[in-house]
């Protein structure tokens, strides 16, 4: 038999009473507060604090930007989250505003970390000026211009789909149908890759944009250009030496003298025969005309360029910032450089932009009353073709031998000259495509011409074409000035 224990006796443990209420109430009661106030937490809070609706802006052009009061959002193709409130939306392409319109955004509260809420905004007619539409015409035509210079597209380099763009674009902006064409035209002379072509082929063939004859002929031509297997046929016509010599000329300019060569207008061949092949096509051999000009027996040497700066601070190395926020030159213009009016040099003047060049001839032609300006490529070719001894110059300090015409033309630094730089313009025409470059206003990449001191002279002639883009500053890129007596 077990043996009883006692157990000893302890006073009852109470919990005390709060309010007048039993702690099963109270506890309860508090159980219900934390529940409550984590629904709130979790629930509701994020709402009331951030509240807002992600909204999709519905853009009649491509890839619009979006300014909410005036501030940059973002690009329409994209999701964006709008905080509650009252907004006025402005859409805008190529840096014009085409539609506006008032958004009102409400508050809602709810879970809105976890089911986002989203409106989409409604589509708004445009509301543009002829100077607006031809403008946002011009931006998506530079796009492509830009594209070209890449050769060709990769995971690493997406390209964005321009010619869908651009066609998309003409028929919301309810171009005319010559314009229409026009700007497919244009287009399609700067494909320069087998990407481009195909989305080219695609958006044309797709869209109501009208061609002719000159477009298809344009696309076969590229097909040609871009085929996988390479052709063995040359094609274009080949240049040959002109028989006339140039005559010996002056340019005065206040005290400055300049000398040159007078060239007679003439037609001729500019280029060779080349297989059809891009970008061997950019040396085709096409027939151009020249009129009467005279070209500078040297390029623009440091002292020339001192002397402008002298009377053109702007200019100056010093004031590099400014120009670069003009996007008149990039970081690179003068640098390195210490020009002297003083001390007479032939060495030509480098680290410059044809934006700079330009300022030099416009300081030219007031100063000496004639008409100054950057030659033609098909001038560059002419004095080349008509030199009686060409020869490659690796130094940047020619010892002229002027009697025989204009010295570096091959060497020295590459040469700006006021031609515009269109990947197929040779196999169409090229009075026609710098004719549609000009008409439409594109932004100049000039053609550079002649080599450098870098380059082997094996691997440049004076058919090569070469291009950089308007602000560019290089230590082997310079110029020649060409005049109209």
Same mark, same amino acid.
């Given at each position: ?152 597209? $990769? ?13 998309? $674009? ?22 320069? %890759? ?25 696309? $076969?031509?590229? %097909? ?87 009377? %053109? ?5 010093? %004031? ?166």
């Amino acid at each position: 038999m077990k043996r009883r224990i006692d157990l000893p006796q302890v006073e009852e443990v109470k919990l005390p009473e709060l309010l007048h209420m039993r702690p099963g109430i109270y506890i309860l009661i508090l159980l219900v507060l934390a529940l409550l106030l984590a629904l709130f937490l979790i629930a509701f809070y994020p709402g009331i604090r951030n509240g807002g609706r992600y909204v999709t802006f519905t853009g009649s052009l491509s890839e619009s930007g979006v300014l909410l009061d005036g501030t940059y959002l973002g690009s329409a193709e994209y999701q964006h989250f709008v905080k509650s409130g009252s907004y006025e939306v402005s859409l805008t392409k190529g840096g014009e505003v085409y539609a506006k319109f008032p958004l009102e955004i409400d508050h809602p509260v709810f879970l809105t970390w976890l089911f986002h809420r989203t409106l989409v905004t409604p589509e708004v007619p445009l509301s543009l000026s002829e100077e607006q539409r031809t403008a946002i015409n011009r931006f998506n035509l530079e796009q492509i211009v830009q594209a070209s210079a890449i050769l060709s597209y $990769d995971d690493r380099n997406r390209y964005p789909p321009l010619f869908s763009n651009l066609v998309n $674009d003409m028929m919301a902006l309810e171009l005319d149908a010559q314009t229409r064409l026009e700007t497919v035209k244009l287009a399609v002379l700067y494909i320069s %890759n087998e990407t481009m072509l195909e989305e080219a082929k695609r958006a044309i063939i797709d869209s109501k944009t009208p061609i002719d004859g000159d477009v298809t002929t344009l696309l $076969d031509t590229a %097909n040609l250009l871009f085929a996988d297997d390479l052709q063995h046929t040359s094609i274009g016509s080949k240049s040959s030496s002109l028989p006339f010599k140039a005559e010996k000329t002056t340019l005065k300019a206040g005290d400055l003298e300049i000398e040159g060569y007078r060239y007679p207008a003439t037609t001729f061949v500019m280029g060779k025969d080349v297989l059809p092949i891009y970008p061997e096509s950019t040396m085709l051999g096409v027939e151009v005309s020249t009129k009467a000009f005279s070209l500078a027996t040297l390029e623009t040497t440091q002292y020339q360029w001192a002397l402008f700066l002298e009377e %053109n601070p702007k200019w100056e190395a010093s %004031n590099r910032q400014a120009l670069r926020d003009e996007l008149l030159v990039d970081e690179y213009y003068m640098q390195g450089l210490s020009v002297s009016p003083v001390f007479v040099t032939s060495r030509p003047i480098f680290q410059i932009s044809y934006h700079a060049a330009l300022a030099f001839c416009d300081w030219l032609s007031v100063k000496s009353g004639k008409n100054v300006f950057l030659p033609t490529e098909d001038m560059y070719t002419l004095a080349a073709l008509s030199h009686p001894n060409l020869k490659y110059s690796s130094s940047l300090s020619p010892s002229p031998s002027v009697d025989e015409g204009p010295v570096a033309l091959l060497g020295g630094v590459w040469e700006m000259t006021s031609s515009p730089y269109i990947p197929l313009s040779r196999v169409y025409s090229l009075e026609r495509s710098r004719s549609l470059h000009q008409h439409f206003g594109l932004s100049m990449q000039p053609i550079v011409k002649g080599g450098s001191y870098l380059n082997e002279s094996a691997t440049v002639s004076l058919h090569t074409v070469g291009v950089v883009e308007s602000d560019a500053c290089a230590d082997q890129i310079g110029f020649r000035i060409a005049w109209y007596e």
